[in-house]
């Protein structure tokens, strides 16, 4: 089964507002992290990536933060914005076959709705 | 960069025949290709990994005979839908990863309904 969940399905935010999304991981074994965002019926799109070896990289309004300690990985999206309504997932990166690279597992994705 | 297309963007058919949904990453080769298939306000659920010259790796649960993969070049991966039924309506994704690179990157989906 997927070894990535989400602690809240839901989020509502006012525009200008900073978001924080959520995620909890249980494999101690990953080694990379991806955060996407999925407009209604549209593919995820890579928003941004983080290895185990860091614990915070920021993108432009957005931050990704992880804590190896408690497993668990978040988005932080600043000045958010009605074009920022979406589904966020996380996806976690684990190498559980031996294969090269691995494959991901998907958290459950929150709903972010940005009111004006 | 790191553009992947899908086609049909959307098709429908009826129950029995075979659909076939290509996916292209347009502008990087991809050694491997990903197929996700997601139900409405659902999380996405890999159904095959797809290495370019080899036979897809099926995830458990997931009929081989019934959703061909073929991944004959660094940029195409298809995905077929075999005898069609209305329980395989749903919403196909597929993913490509560039040589030696751990991200994915999607395509924009393929809706299908079986009707």
């Known amino acids: 089964g997927e070894s990535v969940g989400l602690h809240l399905p839901t989020l509502s935010v006012q525009e200008g507002d900073n978001s924080i999304i959520n995620c909890a991981y249980s494999?101690?074994?990953?080694?990379?992290f991806i955060w996407y965002k999925q407009e209604s019926g549209k593919g995820p799109q890579f928003i941004i990536d983080?290895?185990?070896?860091?614990d915070k990289r920021q993108g432009q309004r957005v931050t990704v933060l992880l804590n190896k300690t408690v497993k668990h990985l978040s988005l932080q999206i600043a000045a958010t914005q009605p074009g920022d309504s979406a589904v966020y997932f996380c996806?976690?990166?684990?190498?559980?076959?031996?294969?090269?690279?691995?494959?991901?597992?998907f958290g459950r994705g929150t709903q972010l709705t940005v009111w004006p | 960069g790191a553009v992947v297309s899908q086609h049909p963007s959307r098709v429908i058919c009826k129950s029995g025949t075979s659909v076939k949904i290509e996916c292209r990453s347009l502008?990087?080769?991809?050694?491997?290709m990903f197929w996700y298939r997601q139900f409405p306000k659902k999380s996405l659920m890999l159904m095959a990994t797809?290495?370019?010259?080899?036979?897809?790796?099926?995830e458990q649960g997931v009929e081989k005979d019934k959703f061909l993969i073929n991944h004959a070049s660094l940029t195409l991966s298809t995905l077929t839908v075999t005898s069609a039924h209305p329980e395989d309506s749903s919403f196909y994704i597929c993913?490509?990863?560039?040589?030696?690179?751990?991200?994915?990157?999607f395509g924009p989906g393929t809706r299908l309904l079986v009707l």
């Open positions: 996806a976690e990166n684990s190498d559980d076959r031996g294969s090269t690279l691995g494959r991901l597992y």
């Open positions: 797809s290495n370019e010259g080899s036979k897809a790796t099926y």
């Open positions: 983080i290895r185990s070896n860091m």
């Open positions: 502008d990087f080769q991809a050694t491997t």
């Open positions: 494999n101690s074994a990953s080694d990379y």
């Open positions: 993913s490509a990863r560039a040589v030696g690179q751990e991200t994915q990157y």
